[in-house]
């Protein structure tokens, strides 16, 4: 995997294609939140909260990850991790980490698919931003990590996918993008499932 040229797919940019691929794995993470009513009480969002504590806090190692760091450079200043954890803190509650639950199991170009999930929810994150309005909390407090980056929250998306389109990838890779996307979905949506409490 190098950043030397991308190939498009059929008319398509990798993202676009990853976009439609993956429609209605969104779609079904998209429902299992709005079905937890994470704006209608400050509990409800800790416990939309706590399921990104763990996603965000699994994908940090992705992020700092040496060789992707050279394939899309600023790529470890892009985890949302710590702001996260600041939103727990803000809202009392420890953001200590278990990490023995949950490991994610990627490598190689699979990364890349599990980082196109985990950005791009950045892009819905301003729409959950506005909601969290209504339960008092916004970019300075307790909804940090759904806050767009200072330099434009499209402006900052559009970069890291000129960065993903750029990637030169094999077939085979290409596939491992693919299957690392889907797998991100669906480890998102696992998350639904009981948690020890908050
Ligand atoms: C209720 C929760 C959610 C809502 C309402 C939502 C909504 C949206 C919306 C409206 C967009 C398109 C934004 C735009 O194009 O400007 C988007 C993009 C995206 N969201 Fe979500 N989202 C939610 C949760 C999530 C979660 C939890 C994840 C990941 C685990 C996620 C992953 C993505 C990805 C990867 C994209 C980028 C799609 C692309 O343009 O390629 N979303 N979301």
């Known amino acids: 995997m190098n950043a030397v040229s991308g190939q498009a797919m059929a008319g398509m940019t990798r993202l676009e294609e990853l976009k439609q691929s993956t429609r209605s794995a969104h779609q079904s993470v998209d429902d299992m939140v709005m079905a937890m009513e994470p704006f209608d009480s400050r509990d409800n969002y800790l416990r939309f909260l706590r ?103 499209g402006k900052y998306w559009r970069e890291f996918a000129e960065q993903v389109n750029g990637l030169a990838l094999d077939a085979k890779d290409e596939q491992a993008v693919r299957d690392g996307a889907v797998n991100a979905f669906a480890f998102f949506r696992g998350l639904a499932a009981p948690q020890p409490s908050v």
């Open 51 to 153: 399921l990104q504590h763990i996603f965000h806090g699994r994908m940090k190692s992705l992020y700092a990850a040496a060789d992707l760091n050279d394939a899309i450079p600023g790529l470890a200043e892009r985890s949302r991790y710590d702001a996260v954890c600041a939103d727990m803190t803000d809202l009392g509650y420890d953001a200590d980490e278990d990490w023995s639950r949950m490991p994610i199991n990627a490598d190689g170009a699979e990364r890349v698919g599990w980082l196109y999930v985990c950005e791009g929810s950045s892009l819905g994150a301003a729409f959950l931003l506005k909601a969290a309005d209504k339960i008092g909390l916004h970019a300075q407090f307790g909804a940090r990590h759904l806050a767009g980056h200072v330099e434009g929250r």
